[in-house]
């Protein structure tokens, strides 16, 4: 516990700041100030601490977290700033899988509810909603025990044709084994997604189990002689990986495929992409030139852009050409997840839904084995491992629900709040790297699922546009990808930046007053249960009765004479529409005028209290 | 001048219309003095497009054997094709078409010809007028007072008859005020804050020139505004530069020794031709869908358009601030102040006053700092973003002060009683119009061309319900406070419904729209029942008493 210590605002010039006490937890870092606000930083939310030099007014500690939020505080002694700093970066980087917050976060569930929370989303039966098994693609029990893929689900859908000893062949011509199953099947167009690794083809060498594995998927699917094959990679990066032995498919050597190279650029490239991004958001006093210029620079939007772009190419194979489409990158579980879902996603308006997008990610990023802990870095390890691949595929889903409004049954929070617990490990869903990993760790008995979580808290996370029948007939999405389409997601980057999103959100409003429809709705039945009943009891009335719900009522909308039941006809949370646009202070133009009423100190400063804000 | 002179071909068949979002369709081209006019032959689905001649910016031409292509680009950013058939009758057309849409004269001008077809219930010309403005003020100060000194436009032929200015100055100090100011342009009365009784007047620059004159008057004038031992701010939409350099011109700005209680705060905002240059560039990026990611941030960062938006808003909120926050009066001016004087002027009201956030109170605002200020709207608004002629005197002024508009909206979504449709409307008549309210360039040039007698106001055609009911947002919500927007790059977005209108099909955006609204209407619906029920049933049990009581 250190006192008078002092949180600045990210943003200001100023020296503006709030004075209150930092507190560390065994889990959390929290700062009371002296309005008694508090803000709550979980250790495994920190991606940085750093110490900046002395100032006169103490020492100043920055800490960066996964969440993109930014606080800098100001700890008065020196010493006690060392303190909390060698701290954190203990807390914040830890080395076993069992000191993480989800094996000691206790939600007071019993173990019925545990269990049950974990059985919420069931692969197997989202494998039969797509309508497999079937008459061409079965469950195979090769990788039961985890002898084929260990990065691989026990659980894996191929075509029937694929006898074992091709499975076999066909995983040992793949990186870390990883060779083509079945993603996504879709039941009108018997078209599949199937995802697998990089072939080991070297500059020459076949395989040709792999080649008979490949022909079984495109034989799977009667209506469609020709399959794609999507390498997600540039070029130029898949003929590097030859030298290496590893590659990509010889058109020659597979019967009846259309190869494409489809250029997303690699963890390295997107980790660097976003720290670019990062620090021009991050960057006091920006000019709009700067913000585009870094924008631009940071290549980041760009990369948004290949991923959705590699994911309509896919969409249009199955939905025009009914093809079917196997992906793959390098090892099949970064950009390979991206494609694989955000086609779906496209094809599918099951996985528009709440428990679909639940389903999609256990399905294509959970049980598919992207590192979720090294690319998060949930244990301290490579740095190089880190990557925002997982982050980009959220941000492609805003995009489209920006585009497709009502296509949607969730909304940003939703995606904004997953974000956060990929991070958090606070529960158990994204620990580890693979199945396999996860069974070891025992996370179903030792932790918590995220989802029933999420699903108890469905209001806040639901689109109150959504329409399920959302142009009828056509379940397929086909985004828009030109460049201007694609903006900055200011309430993922700035999410914690208060000052810089929209005082007033239409969202926030229009999601309230469906809420309250509904229970208007319920109102209304109730009222006139209760007045049929007594219609029942006396027809004295009946005449005047029929007549009164025709006439409007418009005095008596705020203040009905006699009523006096809890009310429930408040207008629509008034702290989202009548708040004030902040202070001045919070914007960057007030400075001009600090700037010279220091030299005259018969100017009134600039302070005033915040007024509150709703983003 | 007849205009059957400038038509040599009335009439085109066989003609293919390309438009943004329809499969092109087959027609008759037929061409009046005021518009163009398409009607596709189909007896089943008979499509019409008529376009105001005034409204086309530029033409573009090309063949291909016989067949003739027409390339119209219109002010409103929209571009249409037309495939004519016939090279002599395409040639015809097109030098017609350039010839009706760049009249020289604006008595020629579709306004002078227009007859309304809707009931006019209010005359627009007369919906705003000073004396109503000065009323209002009145009831809450008697500082001021309303001057008649320019009434035949004699002392300044850019402001309106009347003014209102401190009470304590009289006509005399005015006008020897007025040969201090560039254009004549001496402070006049922009604003009242009734919060805390403070003030922001506009003006041009003091002609103060290298040797620093001064004027005694003018000094007194903007000095009779500050409460006893306050300062006041005056803000130059100039940079330090340029306002230097404007004393060689004779120009320049208020000396600290002569205007000891002023703190002169400078802001450089562009104008002219810099600001067309910024919505040409703006226009050409978003017209390119082949741009990729990298290609088309560095355009829009290129046009700088969004660099004006920021730079405008930042001088608003400054000048709001030092009125609200500072309780301090302020004067606001430029060179000429007919441009950045009112985008700063006009924003800072929309801020501060919660009446302008209204639509009569937004119209009124457009009247009295735009119309009335005399902004040269004929000028600035000759041409638009396709304008291959380079002309001094256009500048997207106003279209910048509504994208302002529109990013205070999209911050604060429920406190404004318009929606962006209006501001949109408002920017396409600007441009072209069947109406003369943004004709001539003044007050004075709006008198001698009779405006309010040949023509009709765009204020009586808005100004019915069927057509407010269009511009109404449904969210609004009466909101009294100040309204402080964010300033910052990533809070600042590019104009969609203006910039890529014609661009990017918004189907699914005006569905999620059309949803919202019906979610609002039935919210309210089902309020009224609710409370039509309660009461009902409370009656019920009213009577039920007092049958028991009986």
């Not at chain 1, 029948?469 to 086909?478: A, D, M, R, V």
């Not at chain 2, 009439?11 to 003095?33: I, K, M, Q, S, W």
């Not at chain 2, 950013?77 to 017609?96: F, K, V």
């Not at chain 2, 969609?496 to 609204?517: C, H, T, Y």
Request: net charge neutral; glycine share 4%.
């Amino acid at each position: 516990q250190v006192e008078q210590v002092k949180l600045l605002d990210r943003f200001s010039t100023s020296n503006k700041s709030l004075t209150g006490t930092l507190y560390l937890t065994a889990t959390h870092l929290l700062f009371i100030d002296s309005s008694q606000r508090e803000t709550w930083i979980l250790h495994h939310h920190i991606a940085a601490v750093e110490k900046l030099p002395l100032t006169t007014s103490g020492c100043p500690l920055v800490i960066q977290c996964k969440n993109f939020r930014i606080v800098h505080f100001v700890v008065p002694r020196e010493r006690d700033c060392h303190d909390i700093y060698n701290s954190l970066l203990q807390l914040s980087r830890t080395a076993k899988y069992e000191e993480l917050y989800a094996f000691s976060y206790n939600p007071k569930q019993n173990e019925s509810e545990q269990v049950k929370g974990w059985q919420l989303i069931d692969l197997a039966e989202e494998y039969k909603r797509m309508g497999v098994p079937n008459a061409n693609w079965q469950l195979s029990d090769a990788n039961r025990d985890y002898k084929i893929c260990e990065t691989y689900p026990r659980e894996l859908y191929v075509p029937r044709t694929a006898s074992k000893p091709i499975i076999v062949g066909s995983s040992k011509f793949r990186s870390k084994g990883r060779f083509p199953v079945l993603s996504y099947y879709h039941k009108n167009k018997e078209a599949a997604i199937c995802r697998c690794s990089q072939p080991l083809s070297g500059f020459s060498a076949r395989c040709l189990e792999d080649e008979h594995m490949l022909q079984a998927i495109s034989k799977a699917n009667p209506s469609n002689r020709y399959m794609y094959v999507m390498d997600t990679r540039p070029k130029l990066n898949a003929m590097a990986n030859r030298a290496a032995g590893k590659g990509y498919e010889n058109e020659d050597n597979y019967s009846n495929i259309r190869f494409q190279f489809v250029g997303i650029e690699n963890i390295h490239v997107m980790r660097s992409s976003l720290q670019k991004l990062l620090e021009v958001s991050g960057t006091k006093g920006l000019s709009v030139n700067d913000f585009l210029s870094g924008l631009e620079n940071s290549g980041w939007l760009r990369h948004i852009k290949a991923v959705l772009d590699a994911a309509v190419f896919l969409v249009k194979a199955i939905a025009v050409e009914s093809a079917s489409v196997l992906v793959h990158c390098s090892d099949g579980w970064d950009r390979t997840s991206q494609v694989c879902s955000l086609g779906a996603l496209l094809l599918d308006s099951y996985y528009r839904t709440i428990k679909g997008f639940m389903v999609l990610i256990e399905k294509d990023w959970i049980s598919f084995g992207h590192k979720f802990s090294d690319r998060c870095g949930q244990l301290d390890g490579d740095p190089k491992e880190i990557s925002p691949v997982f982050t980009q595929f959220l941000e492609c889903v805003w995009n489209l629900t920006e585009q497709f409004p009502q296509a949607f049954e969730y909304n940003e929070a939703f995606l904004l709040q997953i974000h956060e617990h990929v991070h958090s490990c606070q529960f158990g869903n994204f620990l580890g790297n693979c199945q396999k990993e996860r069974e070891e760790l025992k996370l179903k008995e030792k932790t918590y699922s995220l989802w029933p979580f999420l699903l108890d808290e469905k209001k806040k996370y639901q689109n109150p546009l959504y329409n399920p029948y959302f142009s009828p007939g056509l379940t397929l999405l086909e985004p828009n990808t030109v460049s201007f389409n694609f903006k900055f997601w200011r309430n993922m980057y700035h999410q914690f930046d208060r000052s810089m999103h929209p005082r007033q959100s239409v969202f926030n409003l229009i999601m309230n007053m469906s809420e309250q429809n509904k229970q208007l709705e319920e109102e209304i039945k109730e009222l006139e249960a209760k007045i049929k009943q007594r219609n029942g009891q006396s027809d004295l009335v009946l005449v005047k009765e029929q007549q009164l719900p025709v006439r409007p009522a418009p005095t008596a909308l705020k203040t009905p004479p006699c009523f006096k039941k809890d009310q429930p006809l408040i207008p629509v949370n008034d702290a989202v529409r009548t708040i004030e646009g902040s202070n001045t202070a919070d914007n960057r133009y007030s400075e001009f005028v600090e700037e010279f009423s220091k030299a005259e100190p018969a100017v009134v400063s600039l302070e005033y209290g915040v007024a509150r804000m709703t983003c | 001048m007849e205009f059957a002179e400038l038509i040599k071909t009335p009439r085109a068949d066989n003609v293919a219309l390309h438009r943004p979002f329809y499969p092109a369709v087959e027609g008759t081209l037929c061409l009046t003095g005021h518009h163009l006019i398409f009607s596709s032959r189909r007896q089943d689905n008979a499509e019409e497009l008529w376009l105001l001649h005034s409204n086309i910016d530029s033409i573009e031409k090309r063949f291909v054997g016989s067949l003739g292509t027409i390339i119209i680009k219109c002010k409103d950013l929209r571009i249409i094709q037309l495939d004519i058939p016939g090279m002599e009758e395409c040639l015809n057309i097109a030098s017609s078409i350039e010839a009706l849409s760049t009249l020289d004269s604006v008595t020629l001008m579709y306004p002078f010809f227009y007859r309304p077809m809707f009931e006019i219930v209010e005359d627009g010309w007369r919906s705003f007028l000073p004396d109503q403005e000065f009323e209002l003020l009145s009831s809450v100060t008697d500082e001021w007072r309303l001057s008649c000194i320019n009434k035949e436009f004699s002392v300044c032929p850019s402001y309106p008859p009347v003014v209102i200015v401190p009470k304590s100055i009289d006509d005399e100090a005015l006008r020897k005020v007025a040969m201090f100011r560039q254009g004549s342009r001496f402070p006049v009365l922009s604003y009242y804050h009734k919060k805390n009784g403070m003030v922001m007047m506009r003006s041009s620059q003091p002609l103060t020139g290298t040797n620093g004159r001064r004027c005694k008057e003018d000094e007194k004038l903007i000095n009779a505004t500050l409460r006893p031992g306050k300062r006041g701010y005056i803000i130059d939409t100039r940079s330090l530069n340029v306002a230097q350099q404007a004393r060689a011109k004779g120009g320049g700005f208020e000396q600290e020794a002569h205007y000891p209680q002023w703190r002169r705060i400078h802001k450089c905002i562009e104008r002219f031709n810099i600001l067309q240059e910024s919505l040409i560039k703006l226009v050409e990026a978003c017209n390119d869908q082949s741009h990729n990611m990298d290609r088309w941030l560095s355009k829009l960062e290129a046009s700088n358009w969004l660099t004006h938006i920021k730079e405008i808003l930042t001088a608003a909120c400054l000048a709001a601030q030092c009125i609200d926050r500072e309780g301090a009066s302020v004067l606001v001016h430029g060179t000429e102040g007919t441009d950045s004087t009112l985008q700063v002027t006009s924003l800072a009201q929309i801020i501060l006053d919660p009446r302008c956030r209204t639509i009569r109170g937004f119209e009124s605002l457009v009247v009295r700092e735009w119309l009335q200020a005399g902004h040269p709207f004929q000028q600035r608004c000759a041409q638009s973003a396709y304008s291959n002629t380079k002309q001094k005197w256009e500048a997207p002024v106003f279209l910048l002060f509504l994208d302002c508009v529109w990013q205070i909206l999209r911050q604060f979504p429920c406190s404004f009683e318009f929606n962006e449709q209006f501001l949109i409307m408002l920017f396409e008549h600007t441009y072209a119009s069947q109406f003369g309210t943004f004709l001539g360039n003044n007050e004075n040039e709006r008198s001698k061309l009779k405006l309010p007698q040949k023509t009709m106001s765009l204020w009586s055609w808005v100004n019915r319900s069927e057509e407010l009911s269009k511009f109404q947002n449904p969210l609004f919500e009466a909101n009294s406070l100040v309204i402080w927007p964010s300033v910052a790059p990533q809070s600042l977005q590019l104009w969609e419904g203006v910039f890529l209108r014609w661009n990017r099909p918004s189907k699914f955006l005006d569905e999620a729209q059309e949803e919202m609204i019906s979610i609002i209407r039935y919210n309210k619906e089902l309020q009224a029942k609710v409370n039509a029920l309660r009461r009902q049933l409370a009656e019920m049990e009213t009577d039920e008493r007092m049958q028991e009581n009986l």
